[in-house]
């Protein structure tokens, strides 16, 4: 909360906020939608494919990152690595007051997902990196609580549940286990990546997560997740409209 | 390899090397050896558990970076995340000719791999980023070539075999099946997402590591690997050392 309180403790309106999408599909229209424009001149180093748009809306300066194509393989660069390091140098070029990292996910329907949902993580963890050492047990699964806005989830209405994190678009009899434990209702491949960063810097996090598929259903992710996209895109969209609406004008303990 | 070259170019003697090393076990032989001292003004920003060591050896300048004690968990902060985020935060802060990422590392014993062994891989790939979507496949395995370095293997006689990186510490049946088909012989924790932010960074590195627990054998990773942990590290120090030693004073193409 630092970087949004003054120096005589009153805290002033957020005035700067981060975004982070992985996939070019989901950051488009939000980059649309607030008339953002791409940085020509890059805040990051030679060689590194993460885009930065960024714009002024009503009382805010948004920054969204996208940490662009592979260069090697030419596809979004998903993922925990892409997403930590492009929030990191984000972070340090930019200082941010707010993070919000949004981005499509898996949800359970035994947990109460559906399709096009909008959840609000209220914590994030990992389910793929298992270390069975004692203490390592607990870093490798590194559950943290996101940050807390009561007033944001209560005035738009949204779902608030708990996220797990993973490098793989599938699930694994293991990873299920991890993600029962992390008590999880939507899974996806970066949100705890980016807690872990903005929790290391002290920056507050948010996290908006649209379900494009059902994991506990009869459909295979993959494909479920392709026919999804572009119509739970639109929605998560709308949703970080209403997000970044929310927001504006107000300092971060009135989230 | 731009790094190490001349405007000329012609090839400049290596001066300034980055060593990557995630568990303080393993980096303080190393930081002992070269008698590194710990820079009381990190060039990591606040709230980073980052450690740099650095210090004069013969004609090169070692800069050692361990990722420190995770402020929530207090262990060494393994894994990818972590690994890539310091290699990029080093690289910038001190943009070094090459870097040298050292460390323990789990071998199979059917691919030829015993206790003690010092391997330098000629390939890393990740084993536990599934995406099973054309194209996003690739880049989940995310494999490269190392910088290749025929003539210190050849001088050293180490072994050169390609590595296979994951978060976790045991194997899955699918993790199993990906280091398979990585034609992997040592799975670590970093080496892949070192490997990924030097590519991207167009800085050469080479992974050192030594074999502490066999996979493919009758003992519980976690236990053996604790129980050779101490011992393993005296090898891989050992190695670290004659591989700077064959650095020294040698530029980047007569490695």
Redo the contacts between chains.
């Keep these: 909360m630092a970087a949004a309180q003054s120096s005589g403790g009153v805290e002033r309106p957020i005035s700067n906020i981060l975004i982070v999408i992985a996939m070019q599909t989901e950051a488009q229209p939000v980059v649309n939608k607030f008339e953002l424009i791409e940085d020509p001149h890059s805040p990051f ?1 030679q ?3 993460w885009v930065r748009y960024h714009g002024k809306y009503k009382d805010l300066n948004i920054n969204l990152i996208w940490p662009g194509k ?12 892409s997403s ?2 492009v929030t ?2 984000a972070i ?1 070029a930019l200082q941010p007051d707010l993070i919000i990292n949004a981005g499509t996910a898996g949800g359970f329907k035994a947990r109460g997902a559906s399709v096009g949902d909008i959840f609000i993580a209220s914590d994030c963890a ?1 389910h ?6 004692p ?2 047990d ?3 699964v590194g559950s943290r609580k996101a940050f807390e806005t009561p007033n944001l989830v209560k005035e738009l209405d949204l779902k608030v549940a708990k996220l797990s994190t993973g ?4 699930m ?3 990873d299920e286990s991890s993600i029962t434990a992390n008590d999880a209702t939507v899974k996806d491949m970066e949100g705890a ?1 980016v807690a ?2 903005a ?4 920056v507050p996090a948010i996290f908006v997560k649209a379900v494009t598929d059902i994991i506990d259903g009869d459909k295979p992710t ?1 494909e479920e ?2 026919q999804n996209l572009a119509a739970v895109t639109a929605a998560l969209d709308l949703a970080v409209e209403k997000v970044v609406n929310f927001i504006n004008g107000k300092s971060i303990s009135e989230l």
Tied chains: 1, 2.
């Design positions: 180093p060689g590194v494919p592979d260069p090697i393989s030419g596809v979004d660069s998903v993922g925990t690595i930590a390091l990191y140098a340090q990992f793929d990196r298992r270390i069975p050492i203490v390592f607990l870093y490798g490098d793989s678009l599938d694994t009899e293991q990546a872990y960063v929790d290391l810097l002290k993959a997740f392709l």
